[in-house]
């Protein structure tokens, strides 16, 4: 008797089934096991699928926020940014960071930027610019004066907003 052998989804399909169970595990308030689901997705997408990777790192931001994790969120952000596989997701993810530190800025938690970076600066390290980005945050969030300028005007906004 010949048996069906059973092919386990490949990658993106796989990337696709874990991202519907971590929103519904997310929509049921399962907030633990949407994270894993998310982790999953990560570790899968990584080197393969980097836009699936830069999603699933804000999703867990977003899952972070709801946690008042706000340092969690910003770290995310932080490992999508770095990975971004094009520009036009770069600048987004930026954009997007912005929006979590307006946040953090309005519940008077910026000072948690400092806390614990020591792993996402040595992985940021490769990208000068956002190395520097990241400094000038922790600095904004320690509350000392940041005069630096960025190339990228989206990291200049973002400062602008946090000084302001």
Partial sequence: MM?????????????????REAIEAENARDL????????EIMELAKDE???????ACFRLAEIFLQEDNY???VKCALRAIHRAPNEDLYRLGIK????ILFIMKEEGRLGEVSEGM???????KDNEELYRF????????????????????????????LKG
Avoid: C, Q
Wanted: proline share 4%; glycine share 8%.
């Fill in 3 to 19: 048996g069906i052998k059973y092919e386990p989804p490949k990658g993106r399909e796989k990337i696709m089934r874990l991202f």
């Fill in 32 to 39: 633990e096991r949407a994270k894993k689901k998310l982790d």
């Fill in 49 to 55: 699928e980097p836009e699936f990777y830069f999603e």
């Fill in 71 to 73: 340092s969690g969120a």
């Fill in 96 to 99: 997007r960071l912005g929006d």
């Fill in 118 to 124: 020591d792993v996402t600066l040595g992985l940021v």
């Fill in 134 to 161: 990241v400094m000038a945050l922790m600095k904004i969030a320690r509350g000392e004066k940041v005069e630096e300028m960025f190339t990228l005007e989206e990291f200049n906004e973002i400062l602008e907003l």
